[in-house]
């Protein structure tokens, strides 16, 4: 047992030349360490990196320069070891049509060199909620059954680290939850240290104990996921009163602001304030409601904010 699952020093990526396309720097100098036992979130608008870095953890893709310690195995100096103790869920559906999921993860299996005793093929078939669809041809299944399928065969070789790159990018609710608690289980019942890449703000607050965000193949943010989160909480109550008020109102935690149109603004931290508190100070002024709608910083506002602060 190591403490730093994943260990990442100054690590570049640049894409060559190809074609008449110019060279692409995808990393610029990344230095992350993942604690062992961590539900890490990976977050970041497109094309910010988050893939490149999975891929280089994956041994997908070769880095240009840094270096990467994958369970303590250097992957340079150890690269068997390294590779053997992760196990990643790609972004991208890349299935052999012709395999079945037995088969895929069979193969999977033999590609790691887990020995055919020590498989466990119908356990993870099971898990991933496929036993009945053991057999059938991968261009069979649904989208949503090959993206558990891709689940599978990441665990396989039982890695210490589980890496899923946007599992839950444009799928259903059910097959969210469904990975949502194979995750949950993995990390808690096998202290599986899991990595994981996404959009959305509620479901980085609902699974990750930690968060780096990444922005133009950088670390702008890393910490856990309640202080990043209480940055971030902001939200606008706008009320638009029947009649405008000769006074703003005003308390503690609560910034008040006329909008041209008339409206008024509340913003507020979330996670110290709650909307009924708003409701009561405008209740208390005498402002009667015409019309109220809240705003909320979304995943956008906060890359800007803070590429913004870190350009400051
Ligand atoms: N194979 C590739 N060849 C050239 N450029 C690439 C390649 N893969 C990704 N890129 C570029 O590298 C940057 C980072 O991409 P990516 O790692 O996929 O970001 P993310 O997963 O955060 O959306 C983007 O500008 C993307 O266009
Ligand atoms: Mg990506």
């Given at each position: 047992m190591t403490t730093d699952a994943i260990k990442i020093?100054?690590?570049r990526k640049t894409y060559g030349v190809s074609g008449r396309q110019p060279p692409k720097v995808a990393l610029n100098g990344i230095d992350l360490t993942v604690p062992a036992g961590a539900v890490f979130g990976l977050l970041g608008p497109n094309g910010a990196g988050k893939s490149t870095l999975i891929n280089i953890l994956a041994g997908l893709v070769n880095k240009t320069a840094g270096k990467v310690t994958i369970w303590g195995f250097d992957q340079d100096v150890n690269p068997r070891q390294s590779r053997a103790a992760i196990g990643v869920m790609p972004q991208e559906l890349n299935l052999d049509p012709f395999f079945t999921p037995r088969g895929a993860l069979d193969v999977q299996a033999g590609l790691y060199g887990v020995p055919r005793a020590q498989r466990r093929t119908d356990e993870i078939l099971a898990m991933i909620g496929l036993s009945d669809k053991a057999e059938a041809y991968a261009r069979t299944l649904s989208g949503g059954m090959r993206r558990r399928l891709l689940l599978g065969k990441a665990l396989v070789h039982h890695p210490h680290i589980l890496v899923l790159d946007e599992p839950?990018?444009?799928?259903d609710i059910e097959l969210r939850q469904m990975l949502w608690h194979n995750v949950r289980r993995l990390n808690r019942d096998r202290g599986m240290t899991i990595i994981l890449t996404t959009h959305y703000l509620?479901?980085?607050e609902e699974m990750c104990d930690e968060i780096a965000i990444l922005s133009q193949g950088a670390v702008i943010a890393r910490d856990s996921t309640a202080n990043l989160l209480g940055q971030i909480d902001t939200r606008t109550m706008v009320i638009t009163p029947e009649s405008p008020p000769t006074t703003l109102p005003a308390a503690t935690g609560i910034e008040v602001a006329n909008r041209s149109d008339g409206s008024l603004a509340f913003t507020y931290h979330a996670r110290?304030?709650?909307?009924?508190?708003?409701?009561?100070l405008v209740r208390r002024s005498g402002i009667r409601i015409r019309d109220v709608r809240t705003e909320q910083a979304d995943l956008q506002d906060v890359f800007l904010n803070l590429t913004r602060a870190g350009a400051a």
């Open positions: 020093t100054g690590l839950t990018a444009g799928v509620e479901e980085a110290r304030t709650n909307g009924e508190e708003v409701l009561e």
